[in-house]
């Protein structure tokens, strides 16, 4: 099992390409008041998962076979809290495992 940090930054919105396992991927990150933050994640163009709430060391895709290897998580560094957009990329860390 391998684990990989995904730089995100502290922003209720954003996208931005990653290479997962050697496969270009897209990650949307949308932050809904009230309900949590969500991921969508294409893979070479291909939707994997989309509007996925994100709740700590909880796997998002959730899926074998789904066209990349592994899942993505948040990481709270400092608990046990759900990630929340002013501590993107310092408090809570996106983590991509690569285990199946």
């Not at 954003?14 to 270009?24: I, K």
């Amino acid at each position: 099992m391998t684990q990989y940090v995904i730089p995100v930054t502290p922003s209720a919105r954003q996208t931005f390409g990653v290479t997962l396992s050697g496969q270009s991927c897209t990650v949307n990150l949308e932050w809904r008041d009230g309900y949590g933050m969500f991921l969508s994640l294409d893979v070479g163009g291909n939707p994997i998962c989309a509007g996925r709430i994100c709740l700590d060391r909880v796997p998002i895709i959730r899926r074998v076979g789904a066209g990349l290897p592994g899942d993505l998580f948040f990481q709270d560094t400092q608990g046990n809290a759900d990630p929340q957009p002013d501590g993107l990329g310092s408090r809570w860390e996106l983590i991509y495992d690569d285990s199946e």
